[in-house]
């Protein structure tokens, strides 16, 4: 589909470029010409005087048409120089045109087809994902109903096991609505403090953290930051809730905080098994799930950093992923100082 559309793209700018030409061409050449039939008329006259001043005592009047003919037959010959170099630089410019226009159509579609085939693979595996819960429902249903007989508590511990498969597509639709919302709006920031962001983001999670036996350490810089505060603190959620799934149990998470020049960096580090070189550059892709030593047993569709990494740039902030020198992952929020 994208050669074939490169190839029309390349007719269209050449197209352009030989109309662009013709036009220049047909110019000059109309101006060359009239300056050289000026020229050669004034010529023709100063010659004519000449002759008459110089040579007409000596050899009588000598036929007008003679001269006339030696200068037509210059313009003539003049006239097939200017056709055939004008030729050879149109043909000169249609190659050249020719290989530019199909360098820029593949530089004009290249960013087309880059996401085109990001969003095939994103639909593919959305409809995987998707395909999944639904698939262990109607498969469990099947069974169930097989059984001519079933007590209450089967049927109430049947219809649960229902509503845990539609809450995990209702948190999968969620996130990829959001995943299209941060990517079609643009946010309002504004000052807000850095500890008050922090503790409404750890909240929601302390029972979590009581259950893994992990705590939460904090060494934070005071500081007042430019952010849409609702989506920071959606942010440091997926972060702090990744770095609970994956750090190890009974283990820390800390969460860092210092200023850096007109920016306030804000680190999130778990004490799990790190995340392996090769899925470091494609950690915050949608649906991505990387090394089986971190995503093994853990639930999630590989979303969240995705999101992150969207309400990140939403907020004309960085994030950025790496792994401590003393083992764990590290993700790092660069955010701007307010003034």
Known sequence: MFRSARLKLTLFYLGIIVLFNLMVTMSVRVYAEHEFLRANTEQRSEVRQWVVQFFEAQIGKRPENAINTIQDNQVEQVRRHLNDGLLIINLGALAIGGILSYWFAGRTLRPIEEAHEAQARFTADASHELRTPLANMRLENEV?????????????????????????????????????QYGQVSLTRMPANVRSIIDTSINPLQAVARTKNVHIELQIDPARVLVHHDSIVQLLNILLDN?????????????????????????????????AAGDLPHIFNRLYRGDKARSAKVAGYGLGLALAKEIAEANSATLTACNNQGGGACFELGLTLAV
């Open 144 to 180: 169930f109903l097989r059984q001519k007989h079933f007590t209450e508590d089967e049927a109430r511990e049947q219809l649960i096991s229902n509503l845990e498969e539609i809450q995990r597509l209702e948190r999968l639709s969620g996130n990829l609505l959001a995943l299209h």
């Open 243 to 275: 770095a609970l799934k994956y750090g190890a149990t009974g283990g820390e998470v800390l969460l860092q905080g210092k200023k850096r020049g007109g920016v306030y960096l804000l680190a999130v580090k778990d004490k799990g098994p790190g995340i």
